[in-house]
């Protein structure tokens, strides 16, 4: 068979991205997949968008430090989200 005639049909794509913020010591994977559409569910594509924020720390883990990384990694989280999402996939979500 030659180049270009081999049948071929993308069934699913993954994306993945290892992040670091280096202010605040934390690390991310933020990671896309996409499935084909299904007729029997209707036209939609469906679409997974997954954001993994982590920080390794050696501090003393008191309630206040815990509760400061928390807010910093949702922050983080939260960042990269909305630089991702589009006004018309907002739009969907509201329907």
């Given at each position: 068979?030659?180049?270009?005639?081999?049948?071929?049909?993308?069934?699913?794509?993954?994306?993945?991205?290892?992040?670091?913020?280096?202010?605040?010591?934390?690390?991310?994977?933020?990671s896309?997949?996409?499935?084909?559409?299904?007729?029997?569910?209707?036209?939609?594509?469906?679409?997974?968008?997954?954001?993994?924020?982590?920080?390794?720390?050696?501090?003393?883990?008191?309630?206040?430090?815990?509760?400061?990384?928390?807010?910093?990694?949702?922050?983080?989280?939260?960042?990269?989200?909305?630089?991702?999402?589009?006004?018309?996939?907002?739009?969907l979500?509201?329907?």
């Open positions: 068979m030659a180049a270009g005639e081999y049948p071929l049909a993308v069934n699913s794509a993954l994306q993945r991205f290892t992040i670091s913020n280096p202010d605040i010591n934390a690390n991310g994977i933020v896309t997949v996409i499935n084909p559409l299904d007729t029997k569910k209707g036209k939609f594509l469906e679409i997974i968008f997954d954001i993994d924020i982590f920080k390794n720390t050696e501090k003393e883990n008191t309630w206040e430090v815990i509760n400061e990384n928390i807010s910093d990694l949702r922050n983080i989280k939260n960042d990269l989200f909305e630089a991702n999402i589009t006004d018309k996939a907002r739009r979500f509201n329907e």
